[in-house]
């Protein structure tokens, strides 16, 4: 007999989707986003970094929330395509952003 | 239901959602960068207040009327909210019915189901061996969903039929209190929402520290999760009052 996911899947995922660039984004010293230190690539700075993180999980919880009218795994996939839809957004707002930064 | 029980659930539930959504106009409109944040809320609360006040003012004899439809707008989003959370948390509460009757202590429903075979048909038994969600089979949360309803509509009939002499207030509290929960529920999921929304669209510096930006995230989620708990633990507490009350009428039938 099929078992239906645990709904515990959730906060699973969001702690796996959101933790790696949570700690990633607070380990960075904070002057350096006065300073425009590159630590990653060039042009990727620590402060467009927590942005990519704070859109991708609020786009995540967003998504788990309206995913639940779907059953099974639709909190977990909601909040996949959240997660993808806000990097998306950060990701198609950066080229103007550097633009501004390089003025 | 009375009139105004009904009217009291629906202004109660409108209510609390439009507190909600002046909660979420306070948090767009708040500049604690001014100082106190404290400060900051009541400044921001006056100023609405006085341009209210002079709106109305201006209005001149349609306090009345502005008052009436406040009250009706109120009321509307309660019926809303009841009509839109059944749907909304249809998954939970279908899983939630599943797994209650899959405890094997509730095997007498079988015989209960068995007795009104031509109404039921199968109902329970597929409704108990078939999974909620299939990825092979997207139209089996529907099916599923349709069952849990006519079991639900069924043992509630049942019981109103069968229950001569039986005082069922304790259940009919609990199906208000489930009816209620649940729009209120539905009200702070939506909260969370808009919130979470907002976080993924917030313009770069909207958030004053990472403790701000983590709490931008985990505020929704808790009001998420703080609203299907309410959901299931009100549902799961119907579950077993309807158990309970179907058990003893089958029992007493059958004896």
């Known amino acids: 007999m099929t078992r239906t996911p645990p709904k515990r899947v959730l906060p699973l995922l969001i702690a796996l989707l959101g933790a790696p660039a949570f700690v990633q984004a607070a380990d960075e010293p904070p002057a350096a986003e006065d300073t425009g230190a590159s630590p990653l690539e060039d042009g990727e700075t620590p402060g467009s970094l927590r942005r990519y993180a704070v859109r991708s999980g609020g786009g995540c919880v967003a998504g788990a929330i309206a995913g639940t009218v779907v059953p099974g795994l639709g909190n977990a996939v909601g909040c996949v395509i959240g997660a993808v839809g806000g990097w998306l957004f950060t990701w198609m707002q950066e080229p103007e952003d550097l633009l501004d930064d390089d003025e | ?255």
Request: hydrophobic share 50%; aromatic share 12%; glycine share 8%.
């Open chain 2, 1 to 255: 239901m009375k009139a105004a029980v009904r009217f009291a659930e629906y202004s109660l539930t409108g209510g609390f959602f439009w507190l909600n959504v002046f909660l979420l106009l306070t948090l767009l409109h708040l500049d604690a960068g001014q100082g106190p944040w404290t400060g900051a809320l009541l400044e921001l609360w006056s100023g609405w207040l006085r341009r209210l006040g002079e709106a109305l003012g201006r209005a001149g004899g349609l306090e009345a009327l502005t008052t009436a439809l406040t009250l009706l707008v109120v009321f509307a989003t309660g019926l809303l909210l009841d009509l839109i959370a059944p749907l909304f948390f249809a998954p939970f509460e279908v899983a939630a019915f599943r797994r209650f009757f899959r405890d094997p202590r509730q095997a007498w429903m079988g015989e209960l189901t068995r007795r009104h075979g031509d109404y039921l048909g199968r109902d329970l038994e597929d409704f108990l061996r078939e999974p909620v969600f299939s990825w092979r089979d997207p139209r089996l949360a529907g099916r599923q969903r349709h069952r849990y309803e006519r079991l639900r509509a069924f043992l509630l009939a049942h019981l109103y039929t069968h229950a001569a002499g039986t005082r069922l207030d304790e259940l009919l509290d609990q199906l208000r209190l489930v009816r209620t929960s649940r729009a209120l529920s539905l009200s702070l999921a939506l909260l969370a929402l808009f919130l979470a929304t907002l976080v993924g669209l917030a313009e770069e510096g909207s958030f004053a520290s990472r403790y701000a930006e983590a709490a931008a995230i985990l505020i929704p989620l808790g009001l998420f999760l703080l609203s299907v708990t309410i959901t299931r633990a009100t549902f799961q507490r119907l579950c077993l009052l309807l158990s309970a009350f179907a058990y003893h009428i089958c029992r007493g039938e059958s004896g």
